[in-house]
């Protein structure tokens, strides 16, 4: 009897622990690191259409997946201490968005960590991939294209004022691709046989700067260059474009949304939400060196009419023909 007792509380021992050792092995909740070089008001739309792709992919922020936010603020030096944080933070993936020194500074911190990224320069001349189509390596991610568009932005200001002797570029040159902005916009000014005058601005109190002296060039237009900080400071911009009167064009909506005259270029909400959605397939498995890089194939016109009567421009007939949306 006193052997059988004991087999019983032996055995009542195990079905006790078993359920605890059971009950301690809880599902691991990835954890996405998310690194942008703006603030988080700047890009909240785009970041609510990361947050759907990810949800297209099969993942819930708070629920199935958890992101760590890191913001840079605009201060680009900020991004490798930032991108470090999230290396030893383990996250499973990096996305590096904003441009492309958010890229650069999650390919400085890791070479293992997945990261899939948003770059508006060409990201095989970033050394973010070894080539479009097989990205090679850890990363991969969304080239937006946005740096690569300055000619056509620049012949459709031409379009739209063509007595403009003078064409004014605002350009950030702390950002990766300055130089090749440059090159184009000067090149495509040529082209049209029209003077092209450089003005440059990293910081926000250069912003009113950059407006003065453009006006002392006496430019007829202006072309804000693809920049995550112009797209940051947006309203700055287009009330100082307001301000002195002179006709801009932009890369993004947003921009004619906050009541800009005109801009040509991607969705930055499609491009985010394909962002996670590769973001999701990472998770699921698929390596990063297997998903090409995605290069938009859509790209959007939008004119403001009530931003062109201020300035007493009329809008050319064909150019409100091609345009995708017209802001009334």
Do not use: C
Request: hydrophobic share 45%; no cysteine; aromatic share 6%.
């Amino acid at each position: 009897m006193i052997g059988r007792r004991r087999f019983i509380t032996h055995l009542g021992g195990l079905v006790v622990l078993r359920p605890l050792s059971t009950g301690a092995q809880q599902p691991i909740t990835p954890i996405i690191g998310f690194l942008n070089n703006l603030s988080p008001d700047a890009i909240a739309h785009p970041v609510s259409a990361f947050r759907e792709g990810l949800k297209e992919a099969g993942y819930v922020e708070g629920r199935t997946v958890a992101i760590e936010y890191r913001w840079a603020e605009s201060q680009n030096d900020r991004l490798p201490e930032l991108a470090a944080d999230l290396v030893r933070r383990r996250v499973m993936v990096i996305v590096a968005t904003g441009g492309g020194a958010s890229a650069l500074a999650a390919k400085a911190a890791s070479t293992t960590i997945p990261t899939v990224f948003s770059s508006a320069t060409d990201p095989v001349e970033l050394g973010l991939v070894a080539s479009l189509n097989r990205p090679g390596g850890n990363a991969t991610g969304v080239h937006v294209m946005t740096n690569s568009l300055e000619a056509k932005r620049l012949g459709l200001l031409h379009e739209l004022v063509p007595n403009a002797a003078t064409i004014a570029v605002l350009v950030n040159p702390g950002t990766p691709g300055a130089d090749s902005q440059l090159v184009e916009v000067e090149t495509a000014g040529r082209a049209i046989a029209r003077k092209v005058h450089i003005v440059k601005a990293s910081k926000e109190p250069e912003l009113a700067e950059a407006f003065a002296r453009l006006t002392e060039a006496r430019a007829g237009a202006l072309l804000v260059a693809a920049d995550p900080f112009f797209n940051a400071h947006r309203q700055q911009i287009v009330a100082l474009a307001e301000h002195y009167a002179i006709p801009a064009t932009y890369e993004f909506r947003e921009f004619v949304a906050a009541g800009g005259l005109m801009s040509y270029g991607i969705s930055l909400a499609d491009a985010y939400r394909l962002i996670g959605l590769y973001t999701g397939k990472i998770l699921q498995g698929t390596r990063p060196a297997d998903l090409p890089v995605v290069q938009p194939t859509k790209f959007e016109l939008v004119i403001n009419i009530k931003a062109a009567k201020a300035l007493g421009i009329s809008v050319p007939s064909t150019l409100l023909a091609r345009a995708d949306e017209v802001i009334e």
